[in-house]
């Protein structure tokens, strides 16, 4: 079974940057497709950034060019680093891991931006 921890959420002003992370307790994370997702408040989770098992991104429009997403497989981790923050950015940001058959999700991380 899949565990996902994330961490690194916090307060941040305009303008400024976080880098959350999310652990995972898998046998064979390089074969798990990973993506980052966020819920506003009174608002339905949205993706933000999607890294394959090869390692190929994708990120929604609102973020491109401020986030970026990457891997460590070998420390099984997965990382969102979020530069240029903006106050719309607010929300809950989730981990996600997915392959054939498997879907997983951590317990969220809150990300707050001040204006």
């Known amino acids: 079974q899949v565990q996902l921890v994330e961490s690194g959420g916090g307060l941040v002003q305009a303008g400024g940057s976080l880098r959350l992370s999310c652990a995972a307790s898998?046998?064979?994370?390089?074969?798990?497709?990973m993506r980052w997702y966020r819920q506003a408040p009174g608002k339905q989770r949205e993706l933000v950034a999607t890294i394959t098992s090869g390692g190929s991104t994708n990120y929604a429009g609102s973020v491109k060019g401020r986030f970026g997403i990457s891997r460590d497989n070998a420390k099984n981790t997965v990382y969102l680093q979020m530069n240029s923050l903006k106050p719309e950015d607010t929300a809950v940001y989730y981990c996600?891991?997915?392959?054939?058959?498997?879907?997983?999700w951590g317990q969220g991380t809150l990300v707050t931006v001040s204006s």
């Open positions: 898998v046998s064979i994370f390089s074969s798990y497709h």
């Open positions: 996600n891991a997915q392959r054939s058959g498997e879907d997983a």
